[in-house]
């Protein structure tokens, strides 16, 4: 097979998807044929029932420093995450605070703003050695594991005996990290019941969405951070380069230990109680252990958030009935401290006023909206950039109308 273009220094690996090759484990015989995984692919076309359908194991050793990745899923969508692993212009800088192993090891010549320490009832977590302040970005992974949730076949709530169709897929990807030790460092849920990566990644990845599937992503450091029901940082994800950054919600002083949530934010703690049973820990976190007073007034007004959200859609509602509504709203997300879905929110209102005839008003939200959602989304990914698409439909229609 003739490669077309001569490599580009920058972008090495470019040619190899120019000249298509398949990356899986029929890719031809290069010098390096398996570029940019530095193992051939694992792969088994009899994973699941669908005929035809290929699962592998994708592995690169040298990524990130040589703390390694491997990605369990189909050809295509490792293709496409190929790219991003071959991306150099990786921002090493935000790289620092790992050691050459790439383990969570920071360096006390650096000016980091927190230590990993022994936290009692949680195992290990990590608190905050200088302040930190609101919107502050606090730590920067790159992911070690990705993993299609095909692997997971019995989701929480299951028997605990692990995928063992899996096994064979979970060994190789443990034996060809770069770093083995880091992974093996790692909390576990289920001990000595299922294959310890497949244990590993279910107590500590993050659920997302790449080529339309939906994954784990282990990311080593941010999965240090404790859960709490209050938190004060959110994990970000940013598409372009894999990455996972935990961003500061708040000030948060030195000692204090630097949480996020593993659940969805705002809801109320009957629903927190049982989501959080699918970790298999109580939570000892700040909400949870509140007076009971607190706690259902609390719960009180994440209901009333929810009742107003049911009550602006109502197209009955008149607009000044809506100020009222989006006033009462605001107040009662500001006390829940709900700052993380104040993007979600405005972007609601931003609809509401608009179909109200408000267009001013409704771009006044769908700009704060997307300040925030820049803050603590992906400025990459579909939510934002149907903002900006919504935006630039309100300034049109403004502009049309005569109003500035
Ligand atoms: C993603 S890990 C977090 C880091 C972990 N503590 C460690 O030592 O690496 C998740 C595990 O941490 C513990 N954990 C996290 N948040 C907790 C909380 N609020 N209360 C008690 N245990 C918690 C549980 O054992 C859970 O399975």
Redesign the pocket.
């Known amino acids: 097979l003739q490669v077309a273009c001569p490599a580009d220094a920058l972008h090495p690996f470019k040619t190899s998807r120019q000249s298509g090759l398949l990356v899986d484990n029929e890719t031809p015989s290069l010098d390096l044929p398996h570029i940019p995984w530095t193992h051939a692919p694992y792969c088994s076309e009899s994973f699941t029932d669908t005929p035809g359908e290929k699962f592998c194991v994708f592995s690169s050793s040298a990524y990130n420093l040589h703390s390694g990745i491997s990605i369990l899923t189909d050809p295509e969508t490792a293709a496409g995450l190929a790219l991003q692993l071959n991306d150099l212009s990786l921002p090493w800088a935000a790289r620092h605070h790992l050691s050459p192993r790439g383990e969570f090891r920071p360096d006390p010549d650096t000016d980091l703003p927190y230590t990993l320490i022994d936290?009692p009832?949680?195992?290990?977590?990590v608190v905050a050695t200088r302040k930190i302040n609101q919107f502050e970005t606090i730590m920067k992974a790159y992911p070690a594991v990705i993993a299609d949730n095909v692997f997971f076949p019995q989701e929480e709530g299951d028997s605990g005996q692990g995928n063992t169709r899996a096994r064979k897929f979970f060994q190789k990807a443990l034996e060809q990290l770069g770093d083995l030790d880091r992974i093996k460092k790692?909390?576990r849920?289920r001990k000595g019941k299922v294959h310890l990566l497949e244990d590993v990644v279910r107590?500590?990845a993050f659920g997302m969405t790449i080529n339309g599937r939906d994954c784990k992503g282990m990311y080593p450091e941010i999965?240090?951070?404790?859960?709490?029901c209050d938190p004060n940082a959110f994990p970000r994800f940013t598409s372009k380069d894999l990455a996972m950054t935990a961003v500061a919600t708040r000030d948060i002083l030195p000692g204090e230990e630097i949480t996020i949530s593993?659940i969805p934010l705002g809801m109320p703690s009957s629903y927190r109680a049982k989501s959080l049973g699918n970790?298999?820990?109580?939570?000892?976190?700040g909400l949870c252990q509140a007076p009971k007073q607190a706690l259902e007034a609390s719960d009180s007004r994440r209901e009333q958030i929810v009742e107003l959200y049911v009550a602006m859609q109502d197209p009955s509602t008149t607009h000044d009935q809506l100020v009222e509504m989006t006033r009462e709203f605001i107040e009662l997300a500001q006390v829940e401290r709900l700052i993380t879905k104040i993007g979600e929110y405005y972007q609601v209102f931003m609809r509401l006023y608009y179909e109200k005839g408000d267009p001013q008003t409704a771009k006044k939200y769908g700009r704060a909206a997307l300040k925030f959602a820049e803050i603590f989304g992906d400025p990459d990914g579909g939510f934002c950039a149907g903002l900006r698409k919504d935006l630039d439909v309100l300034e049109r229609v403004i502009r049309e109308s005569g109003e500035s």
Do not use: P
Request: glycine share 12%.
């Open positions: 936290i009832g949680k195992g290990k977590g790692m909390a849920s107590t500590n999965a240090r951070l404790n859960h709490a593993y970790w298999h820990f109580e939570c000892s976190c």
